[in-house]
């Protein structure tokens, strides 16, 4: 056998196990050893890591809950499945090799189309193995043969198909209407896509006034920037804007019905600064009366809310920006310039013609492009849209009839706000890389009319929806002839478009696939909760819409990883940036893992206590899951060591333990395996992880293997380190996997358990509570009894500065526990350092200037005489006795109180008996404070 090394290595281990998993096609349903016919299938898609480098920390969280969901459910015996995959990430990726080529000094628009999605092509698989490699750094457990990405041929096929069905039937259309412009990427945003910080970032209003026509002014007599353009003017109307070089585009001053200090002006005419336009003075409801001066500018081609009443008054719409936000020609004096430096200038030019009223500081709501960082333009552009309105109320009801469940059930209240305020979706986008509509217009549709002299039908379609261009052809030709030429829309889909496809894509939809019928629905979309409506809400929709059923069963949300100050990690803020691979050189994966894992609860974000030290990031407490990789290593040392050196009679596993520590180890394994189960069942995977971390450092390591060093038992040993290794592997699979080898090689063939039938670990079943076994509560008693006595007899020695190696006299009053006592004595004198005179009754009588240890049920003395100081003695019982009191007081008023009557009689009967135990502590403590007067 190979023998362990005295620390573990994770650099050792990781790669080497993961290879021999991969090599072994484990990860695959169909070479999965366990099965359990009870158990239904546990199906999993990945979400998609965009193609734009590497992989961040939240990805760590997803890999990590993700592979701990595959394997406790492959543990358990369901058949599973967890499909991985990566995303074009449209929008995202063209901008990172937009930029990658600038710095190379060169530009987009410098190159065709084939050109530039060649450079995209290249860097998609650059990043791809980057993540792929990372992604097994970390152990994910998926089937690579069923890999996908969302721009490869069959997912293509997929949004092609998705497409065309929605088009069909007239939910998917093509109309001019506003939409967010991001001027740096020239393309059309959702409202998702957008990005504002909640208080807003500082800005200016700005506080304008417009001259109004009258009998003595009809409008200027001087040209802009004279300093006279309003001279004459005698009646005027005050604004305020956040956004003054919009004012170029205005076609009406807006005020409120109701507010009467403008009614007189409804109908008048005001003129425009700058432009000299004549634009009437309206009334509406949408204007809020408390906003600036009460009246408001309207620019119905430049805001969301202006358009809407543009449309209803039946305004112009002006637009003075073009796709890049320089002004045009509408904008008069002010074309060509940036819309910014247009805003600097048309500033100080109203302050001189006395138009400008006064500028406050605010709190300016911008809207930010969420890739591109640039501040959006609310523009008029032809765009395709998608109606969402039956869809989403099918995902509503999907949600509301309990078909998919939300963890945590909070965000449920958040899923129908959106769903019943949904808006129809722009699909479109403006970019090179992306799935291309599929939409053909013919190119030639009046040169052929002229050719056919009239033969052809005045109402023949312009445009064609086809999976192929062949497709299209043939459709066009049947209706136009042969000489048709067609010309594909340039525009693509929005990402979120394919990747909303994705539960069902992965599985070969719309084809008729063996994967599809037997893996959908899936069980499981994990991810975390900042895309519940971006992506989760679009693939119940589509799921509904396309399939007929919903795409999962259950949504588990997580948080977002955020920095130690509670800040989120972004691209903002680089050096805040962590790179996963770095800690898990640092630490290993599993560490990793199992801090992420146990960090949070579902749905709330977790703070990363990170820190350089000498360039590399540093954490306490994936330091801590680290020292319980390394604490679990040594334990298996001990027990290897133990079957090595220890000749036994073959065992049988965990059954009939003899001593007390045996018994009381497989009781405690049996309560924390039927716990774990129950909280991962639940989805409390922080709460089972911290169940396990206890059983294993404190049970284990810390208490039986240290009874065990006086009288070991090998059967138990091997048993419960068995149970104790299948516990923990969904959450540290690395260590576990290397040790539970180890054990199988050297005690399968004396222990016989059932698990060592299996090849691997991550195929062995997962522990199951041994429903016929019962615990002695009396065993329990007794032994939480000697830890108790071996912990405070601890703590005295530290308290009084006992030397380390020194052993000192100690009696034991054990009242009725007199048994379990002298069973545990060896352990006693060798954990807590007490010498061979150890005493142990029923009652002993206490000798003068002991430290007194008050147990309730027993009672510890440690004659120190010349080891102490009395007077210390006397305070620290003094202080214990008043902290006695304080907890007596706090129960007494508890039972007195309707908790006695409202409580279940079980929780009632546990707070008598912890009042009656401390009543007991504090007359032994009494005791003693009278004896030492």
Request: aromatic letters at 10%; glycine letters at 6%; one cysteine or more.
């Amino acid at each position: 056998m190979t023998e362990l090394s005295k620390t573990y290595d994770p650099k050792a281990v990781e790669r080497r196990i993961y290879e021999w998993w991969e090599k072994s096609g484990y990860f695959k349903p169909e070479n999965q050893r366990y099965l359990d016919p009870n158990e239904p299938q546990f199906v999993i898609t990945i979400p998609p890591p965009n193609v734009t480098g590497t992989l961040h920390m939240g990805h760590a969280l997803t890999s990590a809950i993700e592979d701990l969901m595959t394997r406790y459910h492959r543990m358990k015996g369901a058949r599973t499945l967890w499909v991985p995959g990566t995303d074009h990430a449209g929008i995202a990726t063209q901008a990172v090799v937009e930029k990658k080529l600038e710095q190379a000094g060169r530009r987009r628009r410098d190159m065709t189309r084939d050109e530039f999605l060649a450079e995209v092509w290249a860097w998609k698989e650059h990043s791809q193995r980057t993540i792929n490699s990372q992604q097994r750094a970390m152990g994910i457990s998926v089937d690579w043969d069923r890999e996908a990405f969302t721009l490869d041929e069959a997912r293509s096929l997929a949004v092609r198909t998705a497409f065309k069905h929605l088009y069909d039937k007239g939910l998917i259309y093509r109309d001019t209407r506003m939409v967010n412009w991001d001027p740096v990427q020239l393309t059309g945003l959702s409202d998702l896509e957008v990005e504002t910080e909640e208080e807003g970032e500082p800005g200016f209003l700005y506080y304008v006034r417009y001259p109004l026509q009258t009998n003595r002014w009809e409008g200027p007599q001087h040209p802009w920037g004279s300093g006279r353009w309003a001279e004459g003017a005698t009646e005027w109307i005050t604004v305020a804007t956040t956004r003054p070089e919009t004012i170029l585009g205005d076609t009406a001053v807006m005020v409120n019905p109701e507010d009467d200090r403008y009614t007189h002006r409804v109908a008048c005419r005001a003129i425009l600064p700058a432009i000299g336009r004549e634009i009437p003075i309206i009334s509406d409801q949408a204007v809020d009366m408390t906003f600036g001066t009460g009246a408001v500018k309207v620019t119905p081609a430049h805001d969301f809310v202006d358009y809407e009443v543009g449309k209803r008054h039946h305004l112009p719409f002006v637009e003075v920006m073009d796709e890049m936000a320089r002004m045009n020609a509408n904008a008069g004096p002010y074309a060509g310039l940036d819309r910014f430096e247009c805003r600097k200038r048309l500033v100080a030019d109203l302050e001189k013609e006395g138009l400008l009223v006064k500028t406050e500081p605010y709190m300016v709501k911008l809207g930010r492009g969420q890739r591109s960082g640039a501040v959006v333009e609310p523009r008029i552009s032809l765009q395709w849209w998608c109606d969402m309105k039956a869809m989403a109320q099918m995902a509503a009801d999907a949600v509301r009839s309990g078909r998919i469940k939300i963890v945590p059930e909070r965000f449920e209240k958040t899923w129908f706000q959106w769903l019943d305020n949904i808006r129809d979706w722009c699909i479109s986008r403006q970019l090179w890389w992306g799935h291309q509509i599929p939409v053909w217009y013919v190119e030639n549709a009046e040169a052929l009319r002229q050719a056919q002299g009239g033969a052809l039908r005045a109402d023949l379609p312009t445009q064609y929806c086809a999976l192929t261009e062949a497709d299209a052809y043939r459709a066009a030709i049947a209706d136009w002839g042969p000489d048709v030429r067609l010309r594909q829309d340039e525009d693509v889909l929005d990402t979120w478009f394919s990747s909303g496809l994705w539960p069902f894509s992965t599985l070969g939809w719309p084809n008729d696939t063996e994967d599809m019928r037997r893996y959908y629905p899936t069980t499981m979309l994990e991810t975390g909760y900042d895309i519940l409506f971006f992506w989760v809400a679009r693939m119940v929709m589509l799921g509904l819409e396309l399939t007929g059923d919903v795409p999962f069963t259950t949504v588990y949300l997580h948080g977002l990883i955020r920095t130690a100050d509670g800040k989120k990690m972004s691209k903002s803020r680089p050096d805040k940036i962590i790179d996963p691979l770095e800690l898990i050189d640092t630490y290993g994966a599993d560490a990793l893992r199992f801090f992420l894992v146990t960090a949070g609860a579902p749905g709330n974000d977790i703070k990363m206590d990170a820190r350089k030290v000498d360039g590399k990031w540093r954490s306490d407490r994936i330091e801590g899951a680290r020292n319980f990789a390394n604490k679990l290593w040594n334990a298996a040392r001990f027990v290897l060591g133990k079957l090595e050196s220890e000749a036994h009679e073959p065992g049988d596993g965990m059954r009939d333990p003899r001593s007390l520590p045996d018994r009381w180890i497989t009781a405690r394994l049996n309560k924390t395996i039927r716990d774990v189960r129950r909280l991962m069942d639940d989805y409390e995977y922080g709460e089972a992880g911290r169940l396990i971390y206890d059983f294993i450092w404190s049970d284990f390591c810390d208490w039986y293997l240290e009874f065990s060093k006086i009288k070991p038992n090998p059967a138990v040993l091997v048993g419960t380190l068995d149970a104790a290794l299948r516990l923990l592997h969904p959450f540290m699979p690395f260590v576990t996997e290397e040790l539970w080898q180890k054990l199988k090689e050297q005690a399968a063939h004396r222990y016989p358990l059932a698990s060592f039938d299996y090849p691997a670990l991550m195929l062995a079943p997962y522990p199951r509570p041994d429903e016929a076994a019962t615990s002695d509560d009396a065993d329990m008693a007794g032994m939480a009894l000697v830890q108790s006595a071996i912990h405070a007899i601890r703590n005295a020695r530290a308290e009084y500065n006992v030397e380390q190696q020194r052993r000192i006299p100690a009696l034991i009053a054990a009242g009725a526990h007199v048994a379990y006592f002298e069973e545990m004595r060896q352990s006693i004198q060798m954990l807590a350092r007490v010498n061979d005179e150890l005493v142990i009754a029923e009652q002993v009588s206490a000798p003068d200037q002991a430290v007194t240890l008050a147990l309730g049920s027993a009672t510890v003395y440690l004659p120190l005489a010349g080891l102490m100081d009395l007077e210390a003695e006397r305070r620290r019982l003094s202080d214990e006795l008043a902290e006695l009191e304080a907890q007596i007081a706090k129960s007494e008023g508890l039972l007195a109180s309707d908790f006695s009557r409202r409580a279940p009689p079980a929780v009632v009967e546990r707070e008598r008996a912890k009042l009656a135990d401390l009543q007991a502590r504090r007359d032994q403590v009494r005791g003693r404070l009278a004896q030492w007067s």
